[in-house]
């Protein structure tokens, strides 16, 4: 049974830290493309950043770049997202992502992703 587990989220100041974490079980995804996404009460499923099978390209959305930053361990098969100066707005529950279709570069799209992790909360105070 697959199963991707986000951890790392919690409760914030503005302008603080966090590093979250998803790791993987049940198959290894070394190959594929792993994302992490985040969706906000009452607002859609939002892109963050993605990172290709190796590690070597990555992408980030909008609201990430210059902030987040994306890697991953494939010995341990797991994905992280440290996030600096976090925000108000970047309060949200955060997900992980797998797209089996994919080696290099992230889609944007969620609708593009196979697997999801249950998501983790990070809350950011002003």
């Known amino acids: 049974q697959v199963q991707l587990v986000e951890s790392g989220g919690g409760l914030v100041q503005a302008g603080g830290s966090l590093r979250l974490s998803c790791a993987a079980s049940?198959?290894?995804?070394?190959?594929?493309?792993m994302a992490w996404f985040r969706q906000a009460a009452g607002k859609e499923r939002e892109f963050v950043a993605g990172?290709?099978?190796?590690?070597?390209?990555?992408k980030y959305g909008d609201s990430a770049k210059g902030r987040f930053t994306i890697s991953r361990d494939k010995a341990k098969n797991a994905v992280y997202l440290q996030m600096n100066n976090l925000k108000p707005e970047d309060t949200a529950g955060y997900y992980c992502a797998v797209d089996e279709s994919r080696h290099f570069y992230a889609a944007v799209e969620d609708r593009d992703y196979d697997y999801w992790g249950q998501g983790t909360q990070v809350t950011v105070s002003s």
């Open positions: 049940g198959r290894t995804f070394s190959s594929y493309v």
């Open positions: 990172i290709s099978w190796s590690g070597g390209i990555t």
